[in-house]
């Protein structure tokens, strides 16, 4: 196996645990920002001290203490707020277990969730009052489901009528509680003992709920991961930070307590529509997002240069300001200010993770003036286990281990470049799946060794290259992988493909060929035919991707050419950090094959929408 283990290129903040951690930043910071924020798009922004996060997080653990909740196991639901942070912020912080649970879950799978979680109260956003209402009448007809409390972070915000009662109560009157109770002298709080090494959150993985894996992590598992961020990453106090990505999910949940211990400002944003306004007027500086956003932006900003008529100009001082760089002048901020300005003028540094990202967006960016990184990592390692860095950005890979991480790759191949499965070690490291030996048997190698399930390599420099999933390698009759990820980015490079999905289908023959399915915007792939037409035809489109795909498949062995492709203008099944989900995706494209009577072959080149 080759390995290769992160060391830090700056100085990480150790914390014993998420209390820690918050009281810290409490006394370190109080002053300033820690969160920005509006109720709704049309409202007056709100803003949060450090000492308010601090102390709010202080009320409403002492308030589930007082109400028997302290120990137990309590879950948090709903959009990006404030209230979500500071609600599970203070289940960690007062010792209890947090079961986060992704807000776009049916309420089906809300119940399931909630009693293999074995939650006692659910803190929840008021879009989820209706379900609420409906699973605290399952309560005394299912043994199985034992909730306590239902705390409605903004009661205010309720649709129709708010009634308090013995189990529906606000997070204000918590806080009022727990205030009181810290007046009074109640230091249960800032005295508690917590064990970090024992679970204290359990994360279910995206899927159904019979197939969905709890991931067990501890407080040594988060902070350890905050600490290696930090080693890693550079960010200042008072920098402010945009959060996008969905609150309930590792990646951002782990980096926004990494950018509360460095003193940023977090932004939590109206809403994908309003992604740029909101970078602009709060003059955001750090992102972690996902692809799908970014490569959006990028194209506005794409448009926008041809628009303005300076495609040449800029084209002749991308290569200057590289040069200048090799020589320790950078210029890029000052010369492509104009373009750094539709960004807000302050952006400076984006971290992208969760999934890949073709290099021409990442090679854009950074020409650009803004330092546009890849990282990696997965809830099992809390998150990241990898990240280029402004002093080693390797294009096309997710960079080095972070500090203490180590990375291997299974594979017997001595050199650099040998393909195998991605393993990883470290503190970061769940501790296993809840109540499911079975699956963690199967992920743990016995030297503690945690199996990816991606695939990939180490280069000469020790960066890590993802080329696919274990699970999704399509494997040929003679043998021979495909990684249709890999197949995937040369798609997704043509205009007008918005998305594109490569799966292996097992023909009449037994064979198996390389098929795939092609989101487009029609009007874009208009502007590219032999006589431009905005609106161009099914014909049109079919015979532009015949060629398209021709040129790709003369690019690749024979192999991995794509032998049959539909297109629609639809949208792919997706998680709600913008994945697509693959299994369901494959079913709903069978579906509609299996309807209209047709194989992959017969549907070659049709639009799989009106089939």
């Given at each position: 196996?080759?390995?290769?283990?992160?060391?830090?290129?700056?100085?990480?903040?150790?914390?014993?645990?998420?209390?820690?951690?918050?009281?810290?930043?409490?006394?370190?910071?109080?002053?300033?920002?820690?969160?920005?924020?509006?109720?709704?798009?049309?409202?007056?922004?709100?803003?949060?001290?450090?000492?308010?996060?601090?102390?709010?997080?202080?009320?409403?653990?002492?308030?589930?203490?007082?109400?028997?909740?302290?120990?137990?196991?309590?879950?948090?639901?709903?959009?990006?707020?404030?209230?979500?942070?500071?609600?599970?912020?203070?289940?960690?912080?007062?010792?209890?277990?947090?079961?986060?649970?992704?807000?776009?879950?049916?309420?089906?799978?809300?119940?399931?969730?909630?009693?293999?979680?074995?939650?006692?109260?659910?803190?929840?956003?008021?879009?989820?009052?209706?379900?609420?209402?409906?699973?605290?009448?399952?309560?005394?007809?299912?043994?199985?489901?034992?909730?306590?409390?239902?705390?409605?972070?903004?009661?205010?915000?309720?649709?129709?009528?708010?009634?308090?009662?013995?189990?529906?109560?606000?997070?204000?009157?918590?806080?009022?509680?727990?205030?009181?109770?810290?007046?009074?002298?109640?230091?249960?709080?800032?005295?508690?003992?917590?064990?970090?090494?024992?679970?204290?959150?359990?994360?279910?993985?995206?899927?159904?709920?019979?197939?969905?894996?709890g991931v067990m992590l501890s407080h040594k598992n988060i902070c350890r991961n905050?600490?290696?961020?930090?080693?890693?990453?550079?960010?200042?106090?008072?920098?402010?930070?945009?959060?996008?990505?969905?609150?309930?999910?590792?990646?951002?949940?782990?980096?926004?307590?990494?950018?509360?211990?460095?003193?940023?400002?977090?932004?939590?944003?109206?809403?994908?529509?309003?992604?740029?306004?909101?970078?602009?007027?709060?003059?955001?500086?750090?992102?972690?997002?996902?692809?799908?956003?970014?490569?959006?932006?990028?194209?506005?900003?794409?448009?926008?240069?041809?628009?303005?008529?300076?495609?040449?100009?800029?084209?002749?001082?991308?290569?200057?300001?590289?040069?200048?760089?090799?020589?320790?002048?950078?210029?890029?901020?000052?010369?492509?200010?104009?373009?750094?300005?539709?960004?807000?003028?302050?952006?400076?540094?984006?971290?992208?993770?969760?999934?890949?990202?073709?290099?021409?967006?990442?090679?854009?960016?950074?020409?650009?003036?803004?330092?546009?990184?890849?990282?990696?990592?997965?809830?099992?390692?809390?998150?990241?286990?990898?990240?280029?860095?402004?002093?080693?950005?390797?294009?096309?890979?997710?960079?080095?281990?972070?500090?203490?991480?180590?990375?291997?790759?299974?594979?017997?191949?001595?050199?650099?470049?040998?393909?195998?499965?991605?393993?990883?070690?470290?503190?970061?490291?769940?501790?296993?799946?809840?109540?499911?030996?079975?699956?963690?048997?199967?992920?743990?190698?016995?030297?503690?060794?945690?199996?990816?399930?991606?695939?990939?390599?180490?280069?000469?420099?020790?960066?890590?290259?993802?080329?696919?999933?274990?699970?999704?390698?399509?494997?040929?009759?003679?043998?021979?992988?495909?990684?249709?990820?890999?197949?995937?980015?040369?798609?997704?490079?043509?205009?007008?493909?918005?998305?594109?999905?490569?799966?292996?289908?097992?023909?009449?023959?037994?064979?198996?060929?390389?098929?795939?399915?092609?989101?487009?915007?029609?009007?874009?792939?208009?502007?590219?035919?032999?006589?431009?037409?905005?609106?161009?035809?099914?014909?049109?489109?079919?015979?532009?991707?015949?060629?398209?795909?021709?040129?790709?498949?003369?690019?690749?062995?024979?192999?991995?050419?794509?032998?049959?492709?539909?297109?629609?203008?639809?949208?792919?099944?997706?998680?709600?950090?913008?994945?697509?989900k693959r299994r369901d995706e494959s079913e709903q494209i069978h579906a509609k094959?299996?309807?209209?009577?047709?194989?992959?072959?017969?549907?070659?080149?049709?639009?799989?929408?009106?089939?």
């Open positions: 196996m080759q390995t290769v283990t992160g060391k830090a290129i700056r100085e990480g903040k150790k914390y014993r645990d998420i209390k820690d951690l918050v009281l810290s930043v409490r006394s370190s910071f109080s002053q300033m920002d820690a969160f920005i924020f509006r109720r709704h798009p049309d409202e007056a922004e709100i803003h949060k001290t450090y000492k308010d996060f601090g102390y709010d997080v202080e009320y409403i653990a002492l308030a589930l203490a007082d109400i028997g909740l302290e120990g137990t196991h309590l879950s948090v639901v709903g959009e990006n707020s404030y209230e979500w942070m500071v609600s599970y912020s203070a289940i960690l912080g007062g010792g209890s277990v947090g079961v986060p649970l992704d807000r776009l879950l049916p309420e089906n799978e809300v119940v399931n969730l909630l009693k293999r979680g074995k939650v006692r109260a659910v803190f929840y956003h008021p879009n989820h009052h209706d379900m609420m209402l409906s699973i605290a009448a399952l309560n005394d007809s299912d043994d199985a489901l034992q909730i306590d409390y239902f705390i409605c972070m903004d009661p205010d915000r309720v649709k129709g009528q708010w009634r308090e009662t013995k189990n529906f109560v606000t997070f204000s009157s918590l806080i009022e509680k727990g205030k009181a109770m810290a007046e009074a002298g109640d230091k249960r709080f800032i005295e508690a003992q917590i064990d970090p090494e024992v679970m204290k959150i359990i994360l279910f993985t995206s899927g159904t709920t019979a197939m969905s894996k905050v600490e290696a961020i930090g080693a890693t990453l550079y960010v200042e106090p008072g920098e402010r930070s945009f959060s996008i990505l969905p609150l309930h999910h590792t990646f951002e949940n782990t980096c926004d307590f990494f950018l509360l211990s460095r003193g940023c400002t977090i932004c939590f944003s109206d809403g994908l529509r309003y992604l740029v306004k909101n970078i602009q007027e709060w003059h955001v500086e750090v992102v972690i997002s996902v692809p799908l956003l970014f490569e959006s932006v990028h194209s506005k900003i794409m448009t926008g240069i041809e628009e303005s008529g300076k495609s040449t100009l800029i084209s002749i001082m991308i290569p200057i300001t590289r040069f200048l760089r090799k020589i320790r002048i950078d210029l890029r901020r000052k010369i492509f200010k104009d373009i750094i300005k539709k960004l807000g003028g302050h952006l400076r540094l984006v971290v992208i993770g969760g999934a890949g990202i073709d290099k021409k967006y990442i090679r854009d960016f950074n020409d650009f003036g803004i330092d546009f990184l890849m990282g990696y990592g997965l809830t099992e390692t809390s998150p990241v286990i990898s990240v280029t860095t402004q002093e080693c950005n390797v294009y096309g890979s997710v960079g080095r281990p972070i500090k203490d991480v180590s990375v291997g790759i299974d594979t017997n191949e001595t050199k650099p470049g040998a393909i195998g499965e991605i393993l990883s070690k470290s503190d970061c490291v769940m501790l296993g799946y809840y109540e499911n030996p079975e699956a963690t048997a199967e992920v743990m190698t016995e030297g503690q060794w945690f199996r990816t399930g991606d695939m990939g390599f180490l280069d000469k420099k020790g960066c890590l290259h993802i080329t696919g999933r274990v699970k999704s390698m399509i494997v040929l009759t003679n043998g021979k992988k495909v990684f249709p990820e890999e197949i995937e980015s040369l798609i997704n490079l043509i205009p007008g493909v918005r998305e594109s999905y490569v799966w292996g289908e097992v023909s009449e023959k037994d064979s198996v060929d390389i098929c795939a399915k092609i989101l487009i915007d029609r009007a874009t792939v208009g502007k590219y035919l032999p006589i431009p037409d905005k609106m161009p035809g099914d014909n049109d489109i079919q015979s532009f991707f015949r060629a398209k795909l021709k040129e790709i498949n003369q690019t690749m062995p024979t192999f991995k050419a794509v032998r049959y492709f539909v297109f629609s203008e639809g949208d792919m099944i997706k998680t709600t950090t913008l994945k697509v094959l299996s309807a209209a009577g047709m194989s992959m072959k017969s549907a070659n080149g049709k639009n799989l929408d009106t089939l």
